[in-house]
């Protein structure tokens, strides 16, 4: 036999066993693109047997030529029929670059998020931009944003982010199949947009933004931004479709993305591309997850209600179904013990007195005038916290991990399960402590070298209260740190010493005092958190922190054993139920007191809850005595010395910065004129005004927190600002005026090291000087020590109000025609304030020839003395002492007197000689007249011709005729 034969042999048996050839056994591929002379691109579709079989009517088409790099759109692909075709469910595909920005309101379908740490908020669309979310108040914040990016050559991504948080406490990383390519620190905030870049090789990628904050300083804004993801480089034209990676899944056909499988489920390498797989109920997974891991069998049951059963109390025991595997049936057992204070109504629930009330024996009683109930939780037994109304979170760093096994009715589970961190997380723990078996909450049994768990409590007080609890440490305490924070702002460490039973007390039921000076206000929601964290190095044995009881004091929900006596600045009156403070305007200095007494007069009280009033003076009180006002007008009755501020008084001055502590920062971005700016949360700015509240003005845009009236403010960002002091005090000197501002927000730090509360003060002083008598003054920050807050001023207005003591005069020459000299004024102390130039009298300096000897007045003995007088009309000072000495002579009285008759006399005489010849030229003139008329009658002269006659002569002569006729 020859080969051919053989051949012919072989081929005829393998035709009898293959089956007819039909279309499904033809596969298509493209060839290579060539370039024709006209410059279009062209490639050739070759047809091909992909399984043996017989031949029969379907034969193989010739090769035809197709258009090349065609482009299709997302979710289809170029098939060799050279037509855009959808992808088939399970798989995806993306052509040419993509860009992903202008979100709309959701996270688009092909990106998902979660979130690492054990508070955080994952990423979300705020305008039409990827945030990592609001995580102001989340100490260790991580989150993560992954995208499948599916590339057909080398490609180019570029990432335009920018992040928001305090200096360097926050980061973004991006990371591709697991390694980091990209990462970056923030300086502060960083309002422009940066861009990072990175190449990726051809294939399908996960590519993972995390964001990341340090727990070094948990308050701020907190947060990065993507405000587009581009990657250029892509397949021009998508011949096949890429397969969803393990983890992933897509349904329906023309996907282009594939969507991550949500927690609880998986998809692995034998399960189908289109859906992912629930796991079962006693299984969990984290989201993208390949495969589901066992949960933990159940250790603790869940109890129904107590009610009354088989002539007791019995409560419904069940095990828990969410989180862990149920072997047991459920089972009635007896009521464990109430808490102290309450006890079983008939329906079988603990319950305790009405508030205000206490119980004693079998009876819920009043307390009396002075006296409060004081509400409390006591657990010396974890295992005695049937019915407390707590709500007890309980959550380890890493939410990917499992949920595990505390679940009781009052202390509800978010831990997660083992990891190689460590197989801890907080629980409710039997376990045995200095040779006693106690009921404890335990941290859990921390094998691993890194551990971090918290267990968050939240409690609403209605009462002024305190808080205290005992624990243990067993363990590594080099590597090892607990924490009790309240409301994720005060932070106590715990004394972790080995193998000791250890107390921490906090607040009192004085708003005043306490050990570790909190206030737990009544009316307030605080949230305790007790954190315990691990980092050790080498072959570490387990670490746990037990709390082993807890005393909850004025807490909402407690019950009351006895009574208390009333606090200092609050009022018990027997028909309340809680302690009241005390007004504004009263106080109270003594425990065990019903009523409030009000302020004596020129005090007052400018808060409530005061145990002692204010002295105002030289401050003004209020009608009500609810506050001492500031005032601009100042005296001093001891030196008589008084001010006026008004001109600068309602001034606001501010933003005032110290420089020296921005210029220890470094460069920041930080604009100190805005006011209220979201800026670094260290820079503290002041604000101050002198004798005016500064919240007052509308447009002040509320610089103290709402509600505060203060003088001072100090302001750390938009949200965070305290009272500098709102009791205004003033001290005056010749010098100037000290003004201080006490009574401020409570501060509890001094020199860095926490202390005893105590309010914020701030000192002003301004300094007199006349010559500054600007209306804008500068005002400059000095220093802060312990909450004591200095700054200082340069002005006028600080001088005291110049009076007439203050001022010497200088005369100037003297006027001889007015008799007077201009007067100008000269001050001989610092004040505030001029005296007009005023004039004064003046006469000049007399010289001897303005003298003369004149006889003076007659004595008793009738004696004549001769003197020196100023000469008549003369004015003049004798300044100079130039009145003549020489004496002059003396006469006798009766002599002189004899001269003086004679010569009054003699005057008479002539007077009465003169009257006689006046007589005579009177009698001739009228004879005169009455000749001169006559003669004109006769020759009947006019009377007009006679000039020295005039009408009244005429008459007068007739009267005369008549009377001669008579």
Not at 381 to 398: I, Y
Not at 418 to 436: F, R
Not at 938 to 943: A, H, K, L
Request: glycine share 8%; with cysteine.
């Amino acid at each position: 036999m020859n080969a051919a034969t053989v051949v012919s042999l072989l081929a005829a048996c393998v035709c009898a066993h293959a089956a007819t050839c039909t279309e499904d056994n033809i596969g298509a591929v493209f060839t290579e693109c060539f370039t024709l002379p006209n410059g279009t691109e062209q490639a050739q579709v070759l047809q091909y047997w992909k399984d043996p079989c017989e031949s029969g009517n379907v034969t193989l088409e010739a090769p035809k030529t197709v258009p090349c790099n065609v482009h299709c759109e997302d979710g289809k692909y170029y098939s060799t029929n050279a037509e855009c075709e959808d992808c088939p469910p399970g798989t995806y595909s993306v052509s040419e670059a993509i860009t992903y920005e202008g979100f709309n309101g959701t996270l688009p379908k092909d990106i998902a998020t979660y979130c690492h740490s054990r508070s955080c908020n994952p990423w979300t669309v705020e305008h039409n931009v990827l945030t990592s979310g609001d995580n102001s108040l989340s100490p260790d914040a991580e989150s993560s944003l992954v995208l499948i990016v599916n590339t057909g050559a080398f490609a180019k991504v570029t990432v335009q982010h920018r992040i928001e948080c305090e200096r360097d406490t926050a980061s973004m990383q991006i990371y591709v199949d697991g390694h980091l390519q990209w990462g970056t620190k923030t300086t502060g905030l960083d309002f422009t947009w940066d861009t990072a870049e990175f190449y990726l090789n051809k294939g399908s990628h996960i590519v993972r933004f995390s964001y990341t904050k340090s727990r070094s300083n948990p308050v701020g804004a907190d947060r990065a931004f993507i405000k587009s993801i581009t990657v250029a480089g892509q397949e021009k034209s998508v011949t096949a479709c890429s397969p969803c990676p393990l983890g992933y899944a897509s349904s329906t056909a023309g996907s282009g993305s594939c969507s991550i499988c949500p927690v609880g489920t998986k998809r692995g390498f034998n399960d189908p591309a289109t859906s992912c797989i629930d796991c079962s109920d006693t299984e969990m997974s984290a989201p993208g997850s390949e495969k589901c891991e066992p949960l933990a069998e159940c250790t603790f049951p869940k109890y129904d209600a107590c009610e009354a059963r088989d002539g007791g109390f019995k409560r419904k025991a069940t095990w828990q179904q969410s989180g862990c595997i149920s072997f047991k049936p459920e089972e009635y057992q007896d009521c464990s013990v109430c808490l102290e204070g309450y006890f079983r109504d008939q329906s079988g629930k603990c319950t305790h007195c009405p508030r205000g009330q206490y119980r004693k024996g079998d009876e819920c009683q009043t307390c009396t005038g002075g006296m409060f109930a004081v509400p409390k939780l006591v657990f010396e037994d974890f295992a005695t916290a049937e019915g407390v109304p707590l709500s007890m979170g309980l959550t380890q760093d890493d939410s990917l991990m499992k949920v595990t096994n505390l679940c009781t009715q009052d202390a509800t589970s978010s831990c997660r399960e083992k990891d190689s961190y460590g197989d801890t997380a907080w629980e409710i723990q039997k376990t045995m402590l200095n040779g006693q078996e106690m009921t404890t909450l335990s941290s859990g049994m921390g094998h691993g070298n890194s551990v971090n768990v918290e267990l968050s409590l939240t409690v609403t007080m209605v009462t002024v209260g305190h808080i205290d609890f005992k624990y243990y440490f067993g363990g590594a305490t080099s590597c090892s740190k607990g924490t009790f924070v309240i409301n994720n702002k005060y932070e106590f460490s715990l004394d972790l010493a080995r193998n000791e039973l250890a107390q921490k007390s906090l607040g009192s039921f004085s708003e005043l005092e306490g050990s570790d000076d909190v206030v737990f206000a009544p009316g307030q929601e605080y949230k305790l958190k007790w954190i315990f964290e691990k980092s050790c190095s080498g072959s570490v044995h387990e670490s746990n922190l037990y709390i082993t009881s807890l005393s909850l004091y004025g807490v909402e929900g407690g019950a009351s054993t006895s009574c208390l006596e009333c606090p200092k600045g609050k009022k018990c009156p027997a028909s309340e139920p809680v302690p009241i403070a005390c007004p504004k305007g009263q106080y109270q200095d003594k425990e065990a007191q019903s009523t409030c007494l009000p302020c004596a007069a020129g005090s007052a009280t400018h808060s409530e809850g005061m145990i002692s009033c204010k002295v105002c003076a030289p401050a003004v009180v209020n009608a009500d005595q609810s506050a001492c006002l500031a005032t601009c007008e100042l005296e001093d009755s001891s030196t008589g010395l008084s001010f006026d501020i008004r001109p600068i008084g309602n001034k606001l001055f501010g933003p005032l910065v110290d420089l020296d502590h921005i210029r220890r920062m470094g460069p920041t971005d930080l604009d100190i004129n805005n006011q209220t700016s979201n800026d670094l949360y260290s820079i503290q700015r002041y604000f101050l005004k002198l004798c005016e509240i500064v919240n007052d003005d509308a447009n002040e845009k509320e610089l103290c927190s709402s509600g505060k009236r203060a003088y001072a403010c100090q302001r750390l960002n938009q949200d965070l600002a305290y009272s500098m002091g709102d009791v205004p005090f003033y001290e005056v000197s010749a010098s100037g005026i000290n003004i201080t501002f006490s009574d401020g927000s409570k501060c509890h730090y001094r020199n860095n090291e926490k202390v005893s509360p105590y309010p914020r003060v701030s000192h002003i002083d301004l300094t007199c000087d006349p010559s500054v008598t600007t209306l804008s003054p500068e005002m400059k920050y000095i220093r802060e020590e312990s909450c004591s807050y200095y700054f200082e001023m340069t002005t006028a207005f600080a001088c005291p109000k110049c009076t007439d003591a203050m001022f010497f005069a200088e005369v100037g020459e003297c006027d001889l025609e007015s008799q007077q000299a201009q007067v100008t004024w000269h001050k001989n102390a610092s004040c505030l304030g001029e005296r007009t130039p005023t004039v004064k009298e003046c006469k000049r300096s007399c010289t001897a020839g303005d003298f003369e000897m004149l006889w003076g007045a007659c004595t008793s003995d009738s004696v004549q003395t001769q003197l020196w007088q100023l000469k008549q009309g003369v004015v003049c000072v004798d300044d100079n002492n130039m009145k003549p000495t020489k004496e002059g002579g003396t006469r006798d009285c009766i002599g002189s007197n004899k001269m003086v008759l004679a010569g009054i006399i003699f005057t008479c005489i002539l007077i009465l000689l003169f009257m006689v010849l006046c007589l005579t030229y009177r009698k001739k003139r009228m004879m005169e007249t009455k000749y001169s008329r006559l003669a004109a009658q006769e020759r009947d002269i006019p009377m007009s011709s006679f000039p020295h006659v005039d009408g009244a002569d005429i008459e007068e002569q007739a009267e005369r005729d008549a009377i001669d006729s008579d």
